[in-house]
């Protein structure tokens, strides 16, 4: 390794965290005059980078940003008066039908096979499974990104 210098990475980790080197890092730099010449130019450049002024902001930097961030979307009294007469008008829609068929509900019930019976209720509960996956994976997928950014 006497002549293989090491990486710029390994010259940097060397001057940051010398504790977590590899041992053989440590001692190639020990005996090799230009890894310690450039070890020598990142202390150079840390001591300087330290030494910067802090960068101040003259404005508000948290109310410009407040500012360009959209707030959600005021719901209108009407908006919300609409979905109850849609939810108001359906639920009546499903009573008029239950009325209308009532007398044969019982009769299309009974005349159900219980294979078919078995069979619907497999369909919806594979279909309920499947969209509660797909939910799922959708959520952890938003999740991952929100955690990566
Ligand atoms: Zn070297």
Redesign the pocket.
């Known amino acids: 390794m006497k002549n293989d210098?090491?990486a710029d990475e390994g010259i940097q980790q060397f001057v940051l965290h010398k504790t977590d080197c590899d041992q053989r890092l440590i001692d190639?730099i020990a005996h090799?005059p230009?890894?310690q010449r450039r070890a020598k130019l990142y202390v150079l450049l840390r001591e300087r980078i330290e030494g910067l002024e802090k960068p101040v902001f003259e404005f508000n930097l948290t109310a410009v940003v407040m500012s360009q961030l959209s707030l959600p979307k005021y719901v209108g009294v009407f908006e919300n008066v609409l979905s109850y007469v849609l939810v108001a008008m359906a639920g009546l829609w499903v009573g008029l039908v239950y009325y209308l068929i009532r007398p044969d509900l019982v009769k299309l019930v009974s005349a159900l096979s219980p294979m078919f019976i078995y069979f619907f209720v497999l369909t919806a509960g594979g279909v309920f499974f499947f969209l509660l996956a797909t939910l799922y994976a959708d959520f952890q997928q938003k999740l991952k990104t929100l955690t990566f950014r």
């Open positions: 210098h090491p190639h090799c230009e890894c």
